[in-house]
Antibody, heavy 123, light 110 residues
Framework: EVQLVESGGGLVRPGRSLRLSCSVS????????MHWVRQAPGKGLEWVSG????????AYADSVKGRFTISRDNAKNSLYLQMNSLRPEDTAFYYC????????????????WGQGTLVTVSS | QSVLTQPPSVSAAPGQKVTISCSGS????????VSWYQQFPGTAPKLLIH???KRPSGIPDRFSASKSGTSATLGITGLQTGDEADYYC???????????FGGGTKVTVL
């Protein structure tokens, strides 16, 4: 059974940092690209970032570029999102998402989603 | 403002058909496949359609998708109360170099 479990969310002050983790099981982690997608409460889905099976092919949404860093550790079956200089508009549920393909690219499609971790940025 | 445009809501009676449009451009829908996602309140999204018009195991054939030019459409036939959810289209945008979602469409069964 495929499982993606996010952790690391919580309440943080504006301007501070937070690191999200996603532990996966049930599939060969280094055979697939991975992504982070977020959803502000009551709003739609927003793709945040993605990377290919080998940690390359990294892409970011403009809204987080320069502040967030995506990474993965294939030996630990884990995906990460380092979030710096957090803003109130970053408040959202953050989902760890598995791609159906090897690379983060034009043919990416998302077949498994974690349950999400809530990040609240507020003073 | 989403790169992909979806109607905020659609509705129909049980047993009827609804269609959800997803409008984009040549840099996204016009040149890449569109996938569709279903989300019930308080839960994570779920893949509904991928690879043009393929359904993951467990998704009934009442759900289908098509594409024409720079627009895509999700169709739901034999509408059931259990289909009430939010539906999102998504694809890669070649110009932006990022994945993009539509704003989402809420389906209501009257």
């Amino acid at each position: 059974e495929v499982q993606l479990v996010e952790s690391g969310g919580g309440l943080v002050r504006p301007g501070r940092s937070l690191r999200l983790s996603c532990s996966v099981s049930g599939f060969t982690f280094d055979d697939y690209a991975m992504h982070w997608v977020r959803q502000a409460p009551g709003k739609g889905l927003e793709w945040v970032s993605g990377l290919s099976w080998n940690g390359g092919g990294i892409a970011y949404a403009d809204s987080v570029k320069g502040r967030f860093t995506i990474s993965r550790d294939n030996a630990k079956n884990s995906l990460y999102l380092q979030m710096n200089s957090l803003r109130p508009e970053d408040t959202a549920f953050y989902y760890c998402v598995k791609d159906m393909r090897l690379t983060c690219a034009y043919d990416s499609e998302f077949d498994y989603w974690g349950q999400g971790t809530l990040v609240t940025v507020s003073s | 403002q989403s790169v992909l445009t979806q109607p905020p809501s659609v509705s129909a009676a049980p047993g009827q058909k609804v269609t959800i449009s997803c409008s984009g451009s040549s840099s996204n829908i016009g040149n890449n496949d569109v996938s569709w996602y279903q989300q019930f309140p308080g839960t994570a999204p779920k893949l509904l359609i991928h690879d043009k018009n393929k359904r993951p195991s467990g998704i009934p054939d009442r759900f289908s998708a098509s594409k024409s030019g720079t627009s895509a459409t999700l169709g739901i036939t034999g509408l059931q109360t259990g289909d009430e959810a939010d539906y999102y289209c998504g694809t890669w945008d070649n110009s932006l170099g990022v994945w993009v979602f539509g704003g989402g469409t809420k389906v209501t069964v009257l």
